[in-house]
């Protein structure tokens, strides 16, 4: 407690309360859903902003999805996906036609009871969700699985891109989708059919596209993912280094390589900094810096939004 800039996801002014006050004061281009529950029974919050959000059905225009921190800890991923939620409200007039011709969706949350427990004391390094893999009815360093290996797509390709041992980090569960953040997401994921997708991170500073499953293999739409990317020279978020994820490390049953592979969406993950050496997960509780890693994606997030609506030519504010 006691932050300046973080809040849990349940806690009163939290992230869950701010979306319900988000959407209650911007009705009419502002639709907010539960994609479904929690192991401990939390909603799973979406918002979507488009011009005649509630009046029009889910994934009838093209759509973005900006979804953050399924992994516990990475809590600059939360906030920089909150604040662009708060971006486009506050800057409707400017992004009208992008809200005519678009849906943009936020999941600010993926993984909300992990998020809330990196809340409680000595827990800040959380990474997984709150699953009781050895069923003793309390959480301890052997539980979790991790949300980003448990999709159903190359699930357990190989044992170097997760992990079947529960008490690793990278543990990717019983099976398939066999944890309900999982099911939210990827029931999502299915039902809107999203051309772009931002999935938010830390720590980077990195810009990963697909595929992610398997060494030194380029996706059939490489070059629009490129486009968008940037290069070393050039990178699409300033200071960011973008990549072919497997290049990074590989990971089996992540959710940039479902949503390519299983819904055809153009899906990065960008890694954010740590805010200061050293860092690491725990980016500074500093408004400022804070601000500025914001600010730093904005363009790029754009860029994605703008380039839905025909992802073959991408826009590109890198000129
Ligand atoms: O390991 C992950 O799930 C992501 N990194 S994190 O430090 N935030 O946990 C990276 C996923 C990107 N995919 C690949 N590197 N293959
Ligand atoms: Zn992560």
């Excluded at 209650?24 to 994609?35: H, M, W, Y």
């Excluded at 190989?158 to 939210?184: C, F, L, N, Q």
């Excluded at 030194?216 to 978020?237: H, Q, R, S, W």
């Amino acid at each position: 407690g006691g932050y300046t800039v973080w809040r849990s996801y349940s806690e009163p002014g939290g992230i869950a309360a701010q979306l319900k006050a988000i959407a209650a004061a911007n009705r009419d281009i502002v639709k907010l859903q539960s994609i479904g529950k929690t192991l401990r029974g939390q909603d799973i919050l979406a918002a979507k902003v488009t011009t005649g959000a509630r009046l029009l059905p889910d994934g009838v225009k093209p759509a973005t999805l900006y979804s953050a921190t399924q992994h516990a800890r990475e809590w600059i991923a939360t906030e920089v996906d909150m604040r662009l939620l708060k971006y486009v409200i506050a800057n409707r007039a400017t992004l009208k036609d992008l809200l005519n011709k678009t849906e943009l969706w936020f999941v600010p949350v993926a993984n909300p009871d992990g998020y809330d427990f990196t809340f409680t004391e000595g827990n800040r390094l959380w990474r997984k969700n709150l699953r009781d893999n050895d069923g003793d009815g309390r959480i301890t360093i052997g539980d979790g699985v991790d949300p980003n290996r448990n999709f159903p797509t190359n699930f357990h390709y190989d044992e170097e891109g997760s992990s079947s041992i529960p008490s690793s980090d990278t543990y990717r569960g019983a099976g398939p989708a066999s944890e309900p953040e999982t099911k939210a997401m990827d029931g999502l994921l299915k039902r809107v059919g999203f051309e772009m997708q931002l999935n938010y991170h830390s720590y980077g500073p990195l810009l990963l596209y697909p595929v992610g499953f398997q060494i030194a293999t380029e996706a059939a739409d490489n070059p629009i993912y490129e486009a968008l990317t940037g290069n070393d020279a050039k990178p699409a978020i300033p200071g960011f280094d973008p990549d072919l994820s497997a290049e990074l490390y590989t990971t089996n049953g992540d959710t940039n390589d479902r949503a390519h592979f299983q819904y055809g969406t153009l899906s990065w993950t960008p890694e954010l900094d740590e805010g200061c050496d050293g860092c690491g997960f725990v980016f500074p509780d500093d408004e400022a810096l804070v601000r500025a890693e914001f600010e730093k994606g904005l363009p790029f997030a754009l860029d994605v939004a703008r380039s839905a609506v025909n992802p073959v030519e991408p826009v590109n504010h890198l000129g």
